[in-house]
């Protein structure tokens, strides 16, 4: 069992950065793939960004050239750079450890953009 904690969100103005980051109780590496969600209000949750055990990374096309994934397994660590923020991006962020046929959650971490 791993328990996921994100932390890193707030309030932000349009253009800015944020730095989420997600912590696990246990071993990641055995984990094939660590992701970020996001859910706002009024929507359904959606992925946001994943990556494998061997590092290889996918993002929503809403946010190519703007977030980066990545991970520490050495420190059971995963990351997701938020740059240029638009108030499109609101929503509450959650770290998923992603297995062929179950998700860990992570409790979420707010992101509010304004514009």
């Known amino acids: 069992q791993v328990r996921l904690v994100e932390s890193g969100g707030g309030l932000v103005q349009a253009g800015g950065s944020l730095r989420l980051s997600c912590a696990a109780s246990?071993?990641?590496?055995?984990?094939?793939?660590m992701g970020w969600y996001r859910q706002a209000p009024g929507k359904q949750r959606e992925a946001v960004a994943s990556?494998?055990?061997?590092?290889?990374?996918n993002y929503a096309d809403s946010v190519k050239g703007r977030f980066t994934i990545s991970r520490d397994n050495a420190k059971n660590m995963v990351y997701l750079q938020m740059n240029s923020l638009k108030p499109e991006d609101t929503a509450l962020y959650y770290c998923?450890?992603?297995?062929?046929?179950?998700?860990?959650w992570g409790q979420g971490t707010q992101v509010t953009v304004s514009s």
């Open positions: 990556i494998t055990s061997g590092g290889i990374t």
């Open positions: 246990g071993s990641i590496f055995s984990i094939p793939a």
């Open positions: 998923a450890g992603v297995l062929p046929d179950y998700f860990y």
